[in-house]
DNA sequence: CTGAAAGCGCTTACAG
DNA sequence: CTGAAAGCGCTTACAG
């Protein structure tokens, strides 16, 4: 039953138990129907008896599948990865594939070392949100080497699978939301300077001020870490000025209830004194006071398409370039 | 540079190109003193020349070892898991370990899968919170097995290395707190039936109830899922009893944000109406309004000395087994 | 200081 | 229906 510790059971132990070759017995494991019923059984049988293992590293030496993924994110930590990860691994189970998991904390270096990792251990794929700043050259090259699909974060002009909300639509919507509601002074909070998702966010907020000829004010455009800490010393900042916003836009939730937390700390009340809204709606945000209105990026469907679209990827490599931009719907609770 | 997709660069055509054996060139990538130096500096300069990578499968099917570990888990979903999850990562990055991620939702059936998955690619090792109901001589076989650690969770009687967070110190620093602040009807809300921090949790509570000489009330005691949803429906039932808890000690933190809501779905004020106190400390509960008085698990630490610790008995199988039990602190915000 | 050879545990044509 | 043999890409005694 248990191993002698150091002695792996083989298929050449399972073979010799019954008395066949190794080959039938990879066979029968294979599900090869050109085995015998009897034989198949008995083999079936030994492997329980012996307690065998499929080594599905020396299969895969052979085969050059390792039914192993990458996948490389930011920081678990933050609930918009922590559920896309969740839907993620709930594809992948199904699939019998499995993902080692790399956090980069948006460090370039961090993300070059997680590449080779990857490709080392011979990964089948990689889902990857990359982090600001990586050369384009870096992506399309990886992408030769193993299938690739982005998630939440594009690269301009780098031809690779992706998946991702529509992030111009969803800050568009969610300032005539704000416009609406009488706003006209409107800053944006946060998000990683160089990346897709901010600029792109970005866009949304200033082409609907155009459209409703508000002038633009670059000094209520700030960036910060995207963490609760970064969106709490941010808004600090930007509501000392003398014309301070009384709306304001967050790069995403974690920002934004950094954002909630700051304005209290200049006893401002969220909602009430000055509206926020943030993005990509994770299942804290609903759960805030006040509750925050937000832009839904529905994070575990984006995780679940994103495995979805590697394992199509990997069983056909010649397929079509597929880049996803999930619907984004504008959610208002309490907050604004 | 790139590879021909479907070849890949081998120590061989490493060798081919500089004219040497492959022995010589896998001798200079692991460092090996006896080279020469003008050898060595040829074989590296072609290694980046051809793209060379690594195959760390092949290599660890003859040295046994992967690099590799696997992390079982409830939920990543949950911020205490993806706490702990950050500090194992952190620990492994620096030690060129890499996890493979399971998450159970504490079903019995996926921690079997996650056992077999993991040990098919040769994980090195395993950081395992066990499912409620897990049989002990399940552990006690995979341990056998495999290099394993238990986190957050033990299993009486199983004599395997462990890290986990002082459950019954916490609760009663935590319960003594409560009664200070003159309660005495306190509830107990959630987790999971079978595990063994819901014992030790509510043991700490029930002793220190019975050092006073309040009475126990088995109905206070209450199950749910652990989820902010389980709370909050599990607090709402609680406070239609004729006679309602004045405060109530939450399995942890995520139950304990979820009574929160609960309470004030009943009209009720978490704090100033009803205390409520959490346990684990995870990021968050300092954010919530009101603040979360909890219990802190200090999760990233937790992850962290789980990984050192599997690291150990992966490099030294025979060392004496090793629990640890971090202390529990008492953090007193706003909502107790 | 360097190379030839065996072997890790599989799969997969190829024979029979 | 089943087996012998080669090979996936490494490491590691063993010679020289």
Redesign the interface.
């Known amino acids: 039953?248990?191993?002698i510790?150091g002695h792996r059971v083989t298929l050449q132990d399972v073979a010799d138990a019954v008395g066949v070759s190794k080959s039938t017995v990879s066979l029968v494991l294979s599900n090869h129907p050109r085995i015998s019923q009897e034989t198949r059984q008995r083999v079936l049988d030994t492997v329980d008896e012996l307690g065998y293992?499929?080594?599905?590293?020396?299969a895969?030496?052979r085969t050059r599948q390792?039914?192993?993924i990458g996948?490389i994110i930011t920081?678990?930590?933050n609930?918009f990865y922590?559920?896309l990860?969740?839907g993620i691994?709930h594809t992948l189970?199904a699939k019998?594939y499995?993902?080692?998991?790399?956090?980069t904390t948006d460090l370039l270096q961090?993300q070059e070392?997680?590449f080779?990792?990857m490709?080392?251990?011979?990964a089948d794929g990689i889902i990857l949100c990359p982090a600001p700043g990586t050369p384009p050259e870096t992506i399309l090259?990886l992408s030769?080497?193993l299938p690739t699909v982005l998630i939440a974060r594009y690269l301009a002009g780098v031809d690779v699978d992706y998946v991702g909300a529509d992030n111009e639509l969803g800050t568009r919507r969610a300032t005539e939301h704000l416009i609406e509601r009488g706003h006209r002074r409107i800053a944006f909070v946060g998000g990683p300077q160089d990346s897709s998702a901010r600029q792109d966010r970005l866009r949304g907020l200033v082409s609907i001020l155009e459209k409703h000829r508000i002038p633009l004010d670059e000094s209520l455009m700030v960036t910060c870490a995207v963490t609760?800490n970064g969106g709490y010393t941010a808004i600090q900042q930007v509501m000392r000025a003398d014309d301070p916003p009384t709306a304001v836009l967050c790069y995403n939730d974690v920002v934004a209830?950094g954002v909630m937390?700051g304005l209290?700390a200049c006893d401002l009340e969220p909602g009430p004194d000055v509206a926020v809204v943030g993005f990509d709606d994770v299942?804290?945000a609903s759960?805030?006071?006040p509750s925050l209105s937000t832009v839904s990026a529905t994070p575990t469907e984006m995780g679940q398409h994103a495995a979805d679209l590697l394992l199509k990827r990997i069983e056909q490599?010649d397929r079509p370039i597929q880049q996803m931009i999930l619907p984004s719907t504008l959610i208002i609770r309490a907050s604004s």
Do not use: K
């Open positions: 039953m248990d191993q510790p293992v499929y080594d599905r590293r020396a895969s030496l390792s039914f192993t996948l920081d678990i930590t609930p922590a559920e990860t969740s691994e189970l019998n499995i993902a080692l998991l790399g956090s961090n070392r997680f080779a990792t490709r080392e251990r011979s090259r030769r080497q609760r209830f937390l209290r299942n804290e759960l805030w006071n490599p």
